[in-house]
T-cell receptor, first 108, second 115 residues
């Protein structure tokens, strides 16, 4: 069965500090991992997907198959990064299994 | 970028009524659409996968007679909550998938409140 775990419901950091949002997954096949972000009163939008290996808004995420992790990182957090972040795992039918989400607050 | 429109954004109705929610892909053809439900302070839970021209595939525990899904065209899927009751109150979100390898694009969601 597919499962995504985000252990932190809430995470607060100060502006300029590094931030890491944790995500672990369980999947028997070859995983496809995503990070979605939801800013206040906005729709869910894609931030990153592991196959593109991009850096979006300064965020990066590396798939670690050995640790079954896909942690999201940013070296210097900004106040506008405050949002709800969801890690998601793509299935064989391209459906998504979401983690429970982490609410990131970047303090001034 | 790809846009998914969901309507209505909010609906309040009496117990026992049926409510239809529409999900449209505005600038691409969506062969597959997904319906999710989100409870307060919880994650999105996949309810069903809707493929154009065929029956929807429901996740375990989701009543197909309760949540009717129709995907009659490549740009429209509808979710009808039949004979809604207060426990059906929730935030319903759709997403759409094109024919290429693009990721899912999400609608704004529908806040359903059953009195």
């Amino acid at each position: 069965a597919q499962r995504v775990t985000q252990p932190e419901k809430l995470l607060s950091v100060f502006k300029g500090a590094p931030v890491e949002l944790k995500c672990n997954y369980s999947y028997s096949g070859s995983p496809e991992l995503f990070w979605y972000v939801q800013y206040s009163r906005q729709r869910l939008q894609l931030l990153l997907r592991h196959i593109s290996r991009e850096s979006i808004k300064g965020f990066t995420a590396d798939l670690n198959k050995g640790e079954t992790s896909f942690h999201l990182k940013k070296p210097f957090a900004q106040e506008e990064d405050s949002a709800m972040y969801y890690c998601a795992l793509g299935g064989s039918a391209r459906q998504l299994t979401f983690g429970s989400g982490t609410q990131l607050t970047v303090l001034p | 970028g790809a846009v998914v429109s969901q309507h209505p954004s909010r609906v309040i109705c009496k117990s026992g009524t049926s409510v239809k929610i529409e999900c449209r892909s505005l600038d691409f053809q969506a062969t597959t659409m997904f319906w999710y439900r989100q409870f307060p302070k919880q994650s999105l839970m996949l309810m069903a996968t809707s493929n154009e021209g065929s029956k929807a595939t429901y996740e375990q525990g989701v009543e197909k007679d309760k949540f009717l899904i129709n995907h009659a065209s490549l740009t429209l899927s509808t979710l009808t909550v039949t004979s809604a009751h207060p426990e059906d109150s929730s935030f319903y979100i759709c997403s759409a998938l094109g024919q290429d390898n693009q990721p899912q694009h999400f609608g704004d969601g529908t806040r359903l409140s059953i009195l």
